[in-house]
T-cell receptor, first 113, second 115 residues
Framework: AQKVTQAQTEISVVEKEDVTLDCVYE???????LFWYKQPPSGELVFLIR??????QNEISGRYSWNFQKSTSSFNFTITASQVVDSAVYFC??????????FGAGTRLTVKP | DSGVTQTPKHLITATGQRVTLRCSPR?????VYWYQQSLDQGLQFLIQ???????AKGNILERFSAQQFPDLHSELNLSSLELGDSALYFC??????????????FGPGTRLTVL
């Protein structure tokens, strides 16, 4: 069975602070893919990153970075120098076979000016 | 804008009714996925089609059905609607080989309200 846990329900930071969103996953498969999506107040789901289980390199894209650690089954997402426009619900997701995609419950991030 | 379109944007209907949600994938994408997002269940995968054929099935109720047409657009049919079916329904598409592990690009969603 696949499971994704986002223990942080809500996070509130002040603009320019760094913030890390946690994601812990469970799967028995050795090949799997992890994803992060952003859902801004407008409601659409925006793709951020896809990472396979064999690629443990950390990834940086502008102010966004991802830390994948197989040893702790975690795929954490850090936003550096947060901005008000980063306010959204962020979802971590896991797909370990071709029959399912499991999303975490999401973390609501509020960035205050 | 992901390139995936969904209509209608909002839908209000009564219990017991039937509705159809429509999705057009990104140009060239053969896979279409349907998801339901509700407050109590979160984001749940419903069903996937690849080039007109059902490829994967998730937590889709028997009252719900879907299909993908030759022009690759897809429709999700919801019947005998109940209050608990009120949710945001997303369609996504991907350009990969048709697996759930492909990157999925989501449409803006259809918000269904059952009164």
């Amino acid at each position: 069975a696949q499971k994704v846990t986002q223990a942080q329900t809500e996070i509130s930071v002040v603009e320019k602070e760094d913030v890390t969103l946690d994601c812990v996953y469970e799967t028995r498969d050795t090949t799997y893919y992890l994803f992060w999506y952003k859902q801004p107040p407008s409601g659409e789901l925006v793709f951020l990153i896809r990472r396979n289980s064999f690629d443990e390199q950390n990834e940086i894209s502008g102010r966004y970075s991802w830390n994948f650690q197989k040893s702790t089954s975690s795929f954490n997402f850090t936003i550096t120098a947060s901005q008000v426009v980063d306010s959204a619900v962020y979802f971590c997701a896991l797909s370990a076979d071709n029959n399912d995609m499991r999303f975490g419950a999401g973390t609501r991030l509020t960035v205050k000016p | 804008d992901s390139g995936v379109t969904q209509t209608p944007k909002h839908l209000i209907t009564a219990t017991g009714q039937r509705v159809t949600l429509r999705c057009s994938p990104r140009s060239g994408d053969l896979s279409v996925y349907w998801y339901q997002q509700s407050l109590d269940q979160g984001l749940q995968f419903l069903i996937q089609y690849y080039n007109g054929e059902e490829r994967a099935k998730g937590n889709i109720l028997e009252r719900f059905s879907a299909q993908q047409f030759p022009d690759l657009h897809s429709e999700l049919n919801l019947s005998s609607l109940e209050l608990g079916d009120s949710a945001l329904y997303f369609c996504a598409s991907s350009s990969g080989s048709g697996g759930m592990t492909d990157t999925q690009y989501f449409g803006p969603g259809t918000r269904l309200t059952v009164l």
